[in-house]
């Protein structure tokens, strides 16, 4: 930073992707049968790498009138790249949620002048469907923080009969009117981009699963595709894509029944709900860890009579949670990652499905 002349920030932010499934295992009370599958990770990082701040920008001392008015030209007030832009907090600029979801954007902002940059009062929020014009969100407004410029982007909603719209946003700002005439201007982020489905629409395996979580998480969105789901999973929520299934697999499991199968759609809902009901973006992912160790503990079942099924190694608060708030809807536990849900954990797991965190 050079002093004196110019303010530059960014933001450095690691993207934490919830990568659950559920693992095989017999009816309640037994043991888990082998089906040669591993239980996931209880979280994971993919795709997205942590982002590095942008360059600092050097102002070199003009050499010349000219390059002194071409210096006067630039907005007081900027914003870096699309790479530094923010979806809910992450290090990505594309994302698929569905229809009814709201998301935050962030985007990175810079100053060319002043030890103290001249900040713009207003900061709206645009957006434009499927390529169309851009036109301001109502009830949307950016807040200038320290190093980047946040807003809350209400819940989008796909008209009926339309598949789905792929919807870009961005932020700008309302004219400065300090400093340089020529410096003056209103300026826009680059867009981040998000793909909202229409779950109405939805036919053949997608609707098949949305339709135990229809009214569990109507916002959901699920994609059939093994994209992003590594080893053995045959279910993910993720933060970036929502739940995907991968129902080719699925498929070749003649031996598992339905309910089964379609409870893997319920314990990644109940992810969605964790993801949801603490706000919906990274900055909240360390609330969330910590309130789950505190809720969802190892334990086994205090009856002598009644087998405890045991816990894969990937067991975790997290997903011992989603288990607990998916046996609400469907006791089997032909799927899970072991343990016992006591009374506690189960009170507290049934507040997902009421929209409140435990």
């Known amino acids: 930073m050079s002093a004196g002349r110019r303010l530059a920030t960014a933001l450095a932010a ?7 499934t559920l693992v095989a295992a017999a009816p ?26 942008p360059a600092p920008l050097v102002r070199s001392a003009p050499d010349s009138a000219k390059a002194a008015a071409r210096s006067y030209r630039r907005p007081l007030f900027a914003f870096w790249g699309k790479k530094y832009n923010r979806l ?32 713009p009062k207003k900061v709206f929020v645009q957006a434009r469907v499927d390529g ?19 807003a809350r982007i209400p819940d989008h909603v796909v008209p009926a009969g339309i598949v789905a719209q792929t919807v870009d ?6 004219k400065i009117t300090k400093g340089p005439k020529r410096a003056r201007r209103s300026v826009a982020s680059d867009p981040v981009t998000v793909r909202f489905e229409n779950q109405a629409m939805y036919t053949g395996d997608q609707a098949r699963f949305y339709a ?36 080719a697999t699925l498929a070749t499991l003649t031996q598992e029944p339905e309910v089964s199968k379609l409870g893997i759609s319920i314990h990644e809902c109940a992810h969605a709900k964790q993801f949801y009901n603490w706000g919906g973006t990274n ?15 190892a334990d086994d079942n205090p009856d002598p009579n009644v087998a405890t099924v045991p816990m894969a190694p990937a067991w975790s ?16 536990r032909y799927r899970t990652y072991g343990g016992y849900c006591n009374p506690a954990e189960y009170a507290a797991a049934g507040l997902l499905w009421q929209n409140q965190r435990y």
């Open 212 to 247: 135990p979580i229809a009214n569990l998480c109507p916002n959901a969105s699920v994609t059939i595709d093994t994209a992003g789901i590594t080893e053995d999973h045959t279910g993910v929520f993720d933060w970036q894509y929502g739940i995907t299934i991968d129902a």
């Open 317 to 332: 608060p997290l997903e011992h949670a989603a288990d607990c708030a998916k046996e609400l809807i469907s006791p089997e």
């Open 28 to 53: 309640a009370g037994a043991v888990p049968s082998a089906e040669g599958r591993t239980p996931d990770s209880a979280v994971s990082t993919r795709d997205v790498q942590p982002l590095a701040p």
């Open 283 to 297: 900055q909240d992912w360390s609330a969330l860890v910590a309130r789950s160790a505190e809720v969802f503990v």
């Open 169 to 174: 946003y961005r932020l700008r700002t309302k």
């Open 88 to 119: 809910d907090g992450f290090g990505f600029t594309t994302a698929v949620r569905g229809s009814g979801t709201g998301i935050q954007v962030q985007a990175a902002w810079k100053t060319y002048r002043g030890v103290k940059p001249i900040l």
């Open 14 to 20: 690691a993207a934490v992707i919830v990568s659950p």
């Open 132 to 150: 169309g014009k851009w036109t301001r969100v109502a009830g949307a407004r950016g807040k200038v923080g320290r190093t980047l410029v946040t």
